[in-house]
Each structure stands twice: as structure tokens, then as C-alpha cells.
């Protein structure tokens, strides 16, 4: 069963920061773009980054950049978005996303697989 599972969401203060965890099975991260999403109740999806197979990463969304990091660890399988100085405003359920290829894409759309999603809220 091809799947992505995301984790390492939760509760912080703001200020605060968190490492979400993105981990593929039943196929290889090896040559596939790995892109992180984000969607706040009421709002439209937001594309935060992208990373590709080789560690290019595609320019972080104005409301992140500086303060978020994409990473990736091929021979795990796995893909890591860090979060610093997290702001209330960071409050959302987090994706991610695989587009198999070398190339990342700006379209949610193009996405094939998705994980559920992990919740991070950032309160006081």
C-alpha cells in the first residue's frame, strides 16, 4: 500500500517550534518531489515548499520563509519540514505530498500521493 504519514504535530506556545515528519511505504522517496502543504479552517490550501530528490528546494511561502525548513533523508524514506519561531497564525493541519519525478510542482493538484495530515496549533 503506497502511503504518506505525517506526525510530529501538537500543541506549542508561540515562539515555539516543531519538526513534522513525513515517512513513505510502499514506494521510494528516491526520485520523487516532496511537497508541504498546510490548510488553516476556513482557508484555502497554502503550498509552503517543495524539496526534490536532489535537496533543491523551491522558495518558501512569504508567511514561512526564514522561519521553515524542508529536509529530506532519502535512505529513510523520509522528509522533514522544521518550524521555528512558530506564530498563531501557523495553525493549520500540515501535508505532505509526493510528486514522483525530479521536479517539483506549485500545483497541489499535481500531487499523487498525500498523507492525512498532522494537526499543529500554536496558542498561548
Known amino acids: 500500500q503506497l502511503q504518506l504519514v505525517e506526525s510530529g504535530g501538537g500543541l506549542v506556545q508561540p515562539g515555539g517550534s516543531l519538526r513534522l515528519s513525513c515517512v513513505a511505504s510502499?514506494?521510494?522517496?528516491?526520485?520523487?518531489?516532496i511537497g508541504w502543504f498546510r490548510q488553516a479552517p476556513g482557508k484555502e490550501r497554502e503550498r509552503i515548499s517543495c524539496?526534490?530528490?536532489?535537496?533543491?528546494?523551491?522558495p518558501y511561502a512569504d508567511s514561512v520563509k526564514g522561519r521553515f525548513t524542508l529536509s529530506r533523508e532519502n535512505a529513510k524514506n523520509t522528509a522533514y519540514l522544521e518550524m521555528n519561531n512558530l506564530k498563531p497564525e501557523d495553525t493549520a493541519v500540515y501535508y505532505c505530498?509526493?510528486?514522483?519525478?525530479?521536479?517539483?510542482?506549485?500545483?497541489?493538484?499535481?500531487?499523487?500521493?498525500w498523507g492525512r495530515g498532522t494537526q499543529v496549533t500554536v496558542s498561548s
Open positions: 505530498a509526493a510528486l514522483r519525478g525530479i521536479y517539483c510542482s506549485a500545483d497541489w493538484s499535481s500531487y499523487e500521493y
Open positions: 524539496i526534490t530528490h536532489n535537496n533543491g528546494i523551491t
Open positions: 510502499g514506494f521510494s522517496i528516491y526520485r520523487t518531489a
